[in-house]
């Protein structure tokens, strides 16, 4: 009898372990020296299998748990539907995803590009190949997405940006409201490798795809967003740039990061 509750206790925890889809780690940085919560969203995984992974950065003052609870429909749903494992970071509120020149413990490019991918791949079955890796955000996350998906070419085939803060130049006060120069220093002093405009010439020889919108009424966003647009356009890089009415907020977030991941999707089945 005991042999037999043991047997099914087993089975049941296997049961639970195979089903689970939202799993909460903390994940070590060693160039950082420190954990960083991160939220791993899979299908319900079958043995022998593999999957796609997409890593997804919030906005600046998210979080994993409000990315999944808030920000993008059933993520749960959508693993389970495109066969893909979701990667949700903890960005730190204001990290910016850059490597801080002035706060050694904010290196979130390397972080997300370099030790997070190597530890996803190490203990998911996930398909470790570029070909089958996107990394995507909003607003901030927009800005990281592109930061570290083109310092990461290797690693990265598609990028996405909704609504991204692409263009420092015309942060104004924002450098400081958002607490970029915590993060990178005076503006003054800022180096070009820290402005999106200026990564034209690395994305040419990328061999990536990239996925841009915004919100027509984003009045933060809209412009940058459409001058960035018409810049690789003239410079003949491969993208797709979509607008759609919406301002800066969760309402135009919930469509648009949808809308993003299904393009993802093409992008993976040879659809682009």
């Not at 992974?53 to 993008?72: A, E, F, K, M």
């Not at 420092?168 to 409201?177: A, D, K, Q, S, Y």
């Not at 405009?197 to 412009?223: R, S, V």
């Not at 990061?257 to 040879?270: D, H, M, P, R, V």
Request: aromatic share 14%.
């Amino acid at each position: 009898m005991k042999t037999l509750f043991t047997t099914v206790a087993l089975f049941a925890i296997t049961l639970s372990i195979s089903a689970q889809q939202i799993i909460h780690k903390k994940v070590f940085s060693k160039k950082m020296n420190k954990e960083i919560e991160t939220v791993i969203i899979s299908p319900k995984l079958i043995k022998g299998q593999i999957y796609k992974t997409i890593y997804i950065l919030h906005g600046y003052s998210g979080n994993p748990d409000r990315t999944y609870q808030q920000d993008i429909p059933d993520l749960t749903g959508k693993a389970q539907k495109y066969n893909t494992i979701y990667v949700l970071a903890n960005g730190n509120f204001n990290s910016w995803y850059v490597d801080s020149p002035v706060d050694k413990t904010s290196q979130y490019q390397t972080f997300i590009g370099k030790e997070l991918v190597e530890y996803i791949d190490a203990n998911y079955p996930t398909i470790r190949d570029r070909k089958f890796r996107g990394i995507l955000g909003w607003s901030m996350g927009g800005y990281g997405a592109l930061n570290i998906g083109v310092f990461y070419t290797n690693t990265f085939s598609i990028v996405g940006s909704s609504c991204g803060a692409l263009d420092f130049n015309r942060f104004g006060e924002n450098f400081h409201n958002y607490q970029v120069d915590k993060i990178l220093g005076d503006f003054k002093d800022l180096p070009k490798q820290y402005f999106t405009f200026d990564k034209t010439n690395e994305m040419k020889l990328a061999n990536q795809f990239y996925i841009l919108d915004c919100g027509t009424e984003d009045d933060q966003m809209i412009d940058m967003n459409r001058d960035f647009h018409q810049l690789l356009t003239n410079q003949k890089i491969q993208h797709l740039y979509t607008e759609s009415p919406g301002g800066h907020d969760p309402k135009y977030w919930n469509k648009s990061l949808s809308n993003q991941l299904a393009l993802f999707e093409a992008y993976f089945n040879g659809e682009k």
